[in-house]
Nanobody
C-alpha cells in the first residue's frame, strides 16, 4: 500500500522559509515520480513541483520557480520541498503525491498547512 506523509508546514512571516518533507512507503521509491500540490481556501488545487526520484526530471510551476527547490533522498524514501521567500499567497494546504510519472500522480497523502503572514 502506497503511503505518503507530508510534514514541515507551519506559520512563517513573509520572506521566510520552510522545508516540507514527504516520507513515502509501500512502493519502489526510485521508480516513482513525487509531486507537490497545494490548495488554498476557495481556490483550485495547483501543482507546484514534481521530481522523478531516479533524477533527470524536475518540474516547477511558474509560481514556484526561483523560490522553491525540490529534492529527493532515496536512502530515506523522502522528497523535500524547500520554500524560500514565502509570500502570503503561498498560504495553502500542501500535499505530496506519487505516481508512475509527473503526469500520472494518483496516490495522495495527508496535507500539511503552510500559513504565511504579511
Amino acid at each position: 500500500e502506497v503511503q505518503l506523509q507530508a510534514s514541515g508546514g507551519g506559520l512563517v512571516q513573509a520572506g521566510g522559509s520552510l522545508r516540507l518533507s514527504c516520507a513515502a512507503s509501500g512502493f519502489t521509491f526510485d521508480d516513482y515520480a513525487i509531486g507537490w500540490f497545494r490548495q488554498a481556501p476557495g481556490k483550485e488545487r495547483e501543482r507546484i513541483s514534481c521530481i522523478r526520484s531516479s533524477g533527470g526530471s524536475i518540474y516547477y510551476a511558474g509560481s514556484a520557480k526561483g523560490r522553491f527547490t525540490v529534492s529527493s533522498d532515496n536512502a530515506k524514501n523522502t522528497v523535500y520541498l524547500q520554500m524560500n521567500s514565502l509570500k502570503p499567497e503561498d498560504t495553502a494546504v500542501y500535499y505530496c503525491t506519487a505516481g508512475s510519472s509527473c503526469l500520472s500522480l494518483d496516490a495522495w497523502g495527508q496535507g500539511t498547512q503552510v500559513t504565511v503572514s504579511s
